[in-house]
């Protein structure tokens, strides 16, 4: 399978703490902001991009705990101008508003960052 097809795969079997958060990123609903979900990046998928910003969205299982993969392909990722904000998968279930806060003030951030640097 190539990584195209994987990351068509991905989408169409989100886990229950994406499917969530995907239905407020999508269509525009975080602030006007569009996001994509399973975007291939490099040798990497990434759960949901927004590339005006440069900020990745990770919804995290147990099995990301103290993965020593995830340190080595969010410093590739922080190598290619993004900013990773991973959450588990219990807080975007039990605290989606605050998560979403999260996201939204790292966007204004990041967005504000682009701004001063023109």
Do not use: C
């Not at 990584?3 to 958060?21: G, I, S």
């Not at 999508?26 to 975007?39: I, M, S």
């Not at 910003?53 to 995290?60: L, Y």
């Amino acid at each position: 399978m190539n990584q195209a097809q994987f990351a068509k795969h991905l989408r169409q079997n989100m886990t229950d703490a994406e499917k969530l958060l995907w239905f407020h990123l999508r269509a525009y609903r975080l602030n006007g902001k569009r996001f994509r979900r399973q975007q291939p990046l490099g040798t990497y998928i990434v759960d949901f991009v927004h590339f005006g910003s440069r900020v990745i969205v990770e919804a995290d299982g147990g099995q990301h705990n103290d993965s020593e993969s995830d340190k080595e392909r969010d410093a590739w990722l922080r190598s290619q101008g993004f900013k990773v904000l991973r959450f588990w998968n219990h807080e975007i279930l039990t605290q989606v508003d605050v998560v979403l806060s999260v996201i939204y003030d790292e966007l204004e951030k990041q967005d504000g960052i682009a701004v001063a640097g023109e």
